[in-house]
């Protein structure tokens, strides 16, 4: 009673879970244009997108998808030949046991007229299946804490999937072990099936037990007789029909053997009553806690493959695009290759902002999406993550369930700098992405963040960006001792002023007339700073609209680092804002 209970109240956490976890693909939403959409008319767009595919000639697309992406893991074996043995026998060894095993009274039963689970090949089955699991997860731990992958994260969640799965199948063979050798189990057997004999027969049966199918008895021990065996074997013949020897369970019998000296007093104590709860709760406990745990991207991660393979970020409905990237947050399995192959992941290593790698934004970006308060200092944290980004697509083209990760970041940064959060990143060469989205941003939402963070410099050096009045009583003798991270960025003090970097700036050439639009023009800025004028050079538009193309550096006759001087006098300022402004 207690255990069906427990199944059904299991289950029902399990739906409430599932319930709760897919409506937040219609309720969440990362971008500010996506909140304006309506709940009723996301899932109303879905239906009508997935009806729309199924009927046309997309399903092909789905079915190629399903076997080779979803069920052949095609995506995985291209990163890694261990990481796809991984999750081959994790998902397949898992997914059998559940039909065949733990779903027998529903699959096996339907499927085979004769199944029954001490039967071959059933028996074999299961523990070949339990195996795979076994291996996977071995795969998965050296993986995890053996291999030193760089910059890969284990977090907690890792960490529950690993252990719910182990103590399942752990449990499992050592309950399949202990019921080998329980005696109890043996005459609770006999009791139910057996005709009742004389004390001779039952000896007889039970010595055949003892020898060939691994119960230990508390009274008779080997070596028995040929005739006493031959006449268990008579006895056990309707016995056969159910049970197979329990050799062909190779790591259940082998468990047996391990236990077989002590095996009386284990079964005395319980220990196979013990483990069959300890089994089954772990069974109800993973099944309960699987919508709300890593494990969930079992369900999510297929959806992200057939999603992203059908749609189009071009034509699709805005409304489906906002379902699919909160869908995308839960098809995530924390594999790592994303933070691997990125461009920025190196940064992490001086800045220690976890939001920096691919892999660990995702956690991130779910609470932001669910509308929960997150402190302005963690704001900043995830901000500078998001935008610490080359924009290099490395990332979405090596993720093993297909999410559209650069889609992710640029969405949730555009949300972030809508929602006030000026970013000095918003003005360096970083936001180039940016740019070039601008038609889908629009006018007005491009132009604020960017008008906010100009703000934030200005005020934090008392100027503004707009005047470029020469004010010798800012002079700062210091600035150009300051100037010496990037590779010889001091060479300005060569500079002669022969105009040949502005004549070969690009941005220059987009004005009529650019010093009224730019303020100090780049040989300008290099006599500037050997004047030590602060306040002119942070004024200067020019500094903040430098592409980086290195066009200047490049056609300069005196070999002035120009392109590097502008990055190190970027980076001053920021680093002066984000110490003095940005404070929590």
């Given at each position: 009673?207690?255990?069906?209970?427990?199944?059904?109240f299991?289950?029902?956490?399990?739906?409430?879970?599932?319930?709760?976890?897919v409506?937040?693909?219609?309720?969440?939403?990362?971008?500010?244009?996506?909140?304006?959409?309506?709940?009723?008319?996301?899932?109303?767009?879905?239906?009508?997108?997935?009806?729309?595919?199924?009927?046309?000639?997309?399903i092909?697309?789905?079915?190629?998808?399903?076997?080779?992406?979803?069920?052949?893991?095609?995506?995985?074996?291209?990163?890694?030949?261990?990481?796809?043995?991984?999750h081959?026998?994790?998902?397949?060894?898992?997914?059998?046991?559940l039909?065949?095993?733990?779903?027998?009274k529903?699959?096996?039963?339907?499927?085979?007229?004769?199944?029954?689970?001490?039967?071959?090949p059933?028996?074999?089955?299961?523990?070949?299946?339990?195996?795979?699991?076994m291996?996977g997860?071995?795969?998965?731990?050296?993986?995890?804490?053996?291999?030193?992958i760089p910059?890969?994260?284990?977090?907690?969640?890792?960490?529950?999937?690993?252990?719910?799965?182990?103590?399942?199948?752990?449990?499992?063979?050592l309950?399949?072990?202990?019921?080998?050798?329980?005696?109890?189990?043996?005459?609770?057997?006999?009791?139910?099936?057996?005709?009742?004999?004389?004390?001779?027969?039952?000896?007889?049966?039970?010595?055949?037990?003892?020898?060939?199918?691994?119960?230990?008895?508390?009274?008779?021990?080997?070596?028995?007789k040929?005739?006493?065996?031959?006449k268990?074997?008579?006895?056990?013949?309707?016995?056969?029909?159910?049970?197979?020897?329990?050799?062909?369970?190779?790591?259940?019998?082998?468990?047996?053997k391990t236990?077989?000296?002590?095996?009386?007093?284990?079964?005395?104590?319980?220990?196979?009553?013990?483990?069959?709860?300890?089994?089954?709760?772990?069974?109800?406990?993973?099944?309960?806690?699987?919508?709300?745990?890593?494990?969930?991207?079992?369900?999510?991660?297929?959806?992200?493959?057939l999603?992203?393979?059908?749609?189009?970020?071009?034509?699709?409905?805005p409304a489906n695009i906002?379902?699919?990237?909160?869908?995308?947050?839960?098809?995530?399995?924390?594999?790592?290759?994303?933070t691997?192959?990125?461009?920025?992941?190196?940064?992490?290593?001086?800045?220690p902002n976890?939001?920096i790698?691919?892999?660990?934004?995702?956690?991130?970006?779910?609470?932001?999406?669910?509308?929960?308060?997150?402190?302005?200092?963690?704001?900043?944290?995830i901000?500078?993550g998001?935008?610490?980004?080359?924009?290099?697509?490395?990332?979405?083209?090596?993720?093993?369930?297909?999410i559209?990760?650069?889609?992710?970041?640029?969405?949730?940064?555009?949300?972030l700098?809508?929602?006030?959060?000026p970013e000095?990143?918003i003005?360096?060469?970083?936001?180039?992405?940016?740019?070039?989205m601008?038609?889908?941003?629009?006018?007005?939402?491009?132009?604020n963040p960017?008008?906010?963070a100009?703000?934030l410099?200005?005020?934090?050096?008392?100027?503004?960006?707009?005047?470029?009045?020469?004010?010798?009583?800012h002079?700062?003798?210091?600035?150009?001792h300051?100037?010496?991270?990037?590779?010889?960025?001091?060479t300005?003090?060569?500079?002669?002023?022969c105009?040949?970097c502005?004549?070969?700036?690009?941005?220059?050439?987009?004005?009529?007339?650019?010093q009224?639009?730019?303020?100090?023009?780049?040989?300008?800025?290099?006599?500037?700073?050997?004047?030590?004028?602060?306040d002119?050079?942070?004024?200067?538009?020019?500094?903040?609209?430098?592409?980086?193309c290195?066009?200047?550096?490049?056609?300069?006759?005196q070999?002035?680092?120009?392109?590097?001087?502008?990055?190190?006098?970027?980076?001053?300022?920021?680093?002066?804002?984000?110490?003095?402004?940005?404070?929590?």
């Amino acid at each position: 009673m207690f255990f069906t209970v427990s199944l059904y109240f299991a289950l029902a956490i399990f739906a409430i879970g599932m319930v709760f976890k897919v409506s937040t693909w219609f309720r969440y939403s990362l971008s500010s244009a996506a909140a304006d959409i309506p709940t009723n008319k996301r899932v109303l767009a879905g239906v009508k997108g997935i009806l729309l595919t199924v009927f046309s000639a997309k399903i092909l697309t789905l079915l190629k998808v399903l076997v080779l992406e979803v069920l052949l893991q095609t995506r995985t074996l291209k990163e890694s030949q261990l990481r796809w043995w991984m999750h081959m026998l994790i998902y397949s060894g898992f997914m059998l046991l559940l039909l065949m095993h733990a779903l027998n009274k529903i699959v096996s039963v339907s499927l085979f007229s004769d199944y029954y689970p001490t039967l071959n090949p059933f028996m074999f089955l299961r523990d070949l299946f339990g195996l795979m699991v076994m291996v996977g997860l071995a795969f998965t731990l050296y993986r995890r804490f053996f291999m030193k992958i760089p910059r890969l994260k284990t977090n907690p969640l890792d960490h529950y999937a690993i252990i719910i799965l182990a103590v399942i199948m752990v449990s499992g063979f050592l309950l399949e072990g202990t019921k080998i050798t329980s005696y109890t189990r043996y005459q609770e057997m006999v009791e139910t099936y057996a005709d009742a004999g004389n004390e001779e027969e039952m000896k007889a049966l039970e010595s055949l037990w003892v020898k060939e199918y691994g119960v230990v008895s508390p009274e008779l021990k080997g070596p028995f007789k040929d005739d006493v065996l031959e006449k268990g074997r008579k006895l056990n013949e309707s016995c056969i029909a159910c049970h197979s020897r329990p050799q062909w369970a190779f790591l259940g019998y082998g468990v047996a053997k391990t236990i077989a000296p002590t095996a009386v007093g284990l079964d005395k104590a319980g220990l196979p009553r013990f483990l069959w709860i300890i089994h089954f709760l772990a069974c109800f406990i993973g099944l309960a806690y699987l919508p709300f745990s890593k494990m969930f991207h079992i369900i999510a991660s297929p959806v992200s493959l057939l999603t992203n393979a059908v749609m189009d970020p071009e034509t699709s409905d805005p409304a489906n695009i906002a379902t699919r990237q909160i869908m995308e947050l839960d098809a995530c399995t924390h594999c790592g290759t994303c933070t691997l192959r990125c461009s920025v992941s190196v940064v992490f290593e001086e800045i220690p902002n976890v939001n920096i790698l691919p892999s660990e934004k995702i956690a991130a970006l779910k609470t932001l999406a669910s509308g929960k308060n997150i402190s302005q200092q963690d704001i900043r944290m995830i901000q500078e993550g998001l935008y610490l980004c080359t924009n290099c697509l490395r990332c979405t083209g090596v993720c093993p369930v297909g999410i559209n990760l650069q889609e992710l970041w640029f969405s949730a940064r555009e949300a972030l700098l809508q929602k006030s959060c000026p970013e000095p990143l918003i003005l360096s060469p970083l936001s180039l992405y940016r740019g070039l989205m601008q038609p889908s941003i629009g006018p007005e939402q491009y132009q604020n963040p960017i008008q906010s963070a100009k703000k934030l410099i200005s005020d934090e050096y008392k100027i503004d960006i707009q005047d470029n009045t020469i004010n010798t009583t800012h002079r700062d003798d210091t600035l150009k001792h300051k100037l010496h991270l990037s590779a010889q960025s001091t060479t300005f003090k060569f500079c002669y002023n022969c105009k040949t970097c502005t004549a070969a700036c690009p941005v220059m050439h987009n004005f009529d007339n650019p010093q009224a639009a730019l303020g100090l023009v780049p040989h300008q800025i290099m006599h500037a700073l050997s004047w030590g004028l602060t306040d002119l050079v942070m004024s200067s538009r020019m500094l903040w609209a430098c592409l980086g193309c290195y066009q200047c550096q490049d056609q300069c006759p005196q070999g002035v680092h120009i392109t590097d001087v502008f990055y190190e006098l970027k980076n001053i300022a920021i680093k002066q804002v984000k110490n003095n402004v940005l404070k929590p």
